[in-house]
Structures are given as C-alpha cells and as structure tokens.
C-alpha cells in the first residue's frame, strides 16, 4: 500500500478521533513517513520503529500509538 495525500481522506475516514486537522497534518508528513517506511529490517517491532521515527514522524506516530492501543475483539464482554 502506497497512500498518496489524497487517499487518506478516504482511508482514515471512519476513525473518530482523526478530524480533518489532524488530517492534515499526516498529509504533510506523509513523503517523509513514506520514505522512512522503506527497506525497514523485518525484525524490527513496530514499536520499537515508532520509537526510533517519533521525531521525524510526530504526528503519524500519535495516530500509530492510538491505533496500536486499540484492542479488537469480536468476544462479548463479561459480566
């Protein structure tokens, strides 16, 4: 996947908590990040990738550490 600018209207338009200004901010981001994402060593954990681009890739790595957070489940709650 190779997201330009303009798709990531669409690819990020049902995450709430991604506004249109934050939007934006990803999009001027978003050639950095992409030349960051290259030729990364498979044995590098995400988070540990994250880590090293926090500086470089501030907003992106906000967005990351929300996403990353997000616990999917498909198993009802117990009570």
């Known amino acids: 996947m190779n997201p330009t600018a303009a ?13 249109s200004e934050l939007i934006g901010k990803l999009k001027i981001e978003l050639p950095n990040y992409l030349l960051r994402a290259q030729d990364v060593d498979p044995n590098l954990s995400p988070m ?32």
């Open 7 to 19: 798709s990531l209207d669409n690819l990020f338009q049902d995450i709430p908590f991604l506004d």
């Open 48 to 79: 540990e990738w994250w880590k090293l681009n926090s500086e470089l890739l501030p907003t992106w790595c906000t967005v990351a550490k929300k996403m990353l957070l997000l616990q999917p489940s498909s198993a009802s709650v117990e009570r």
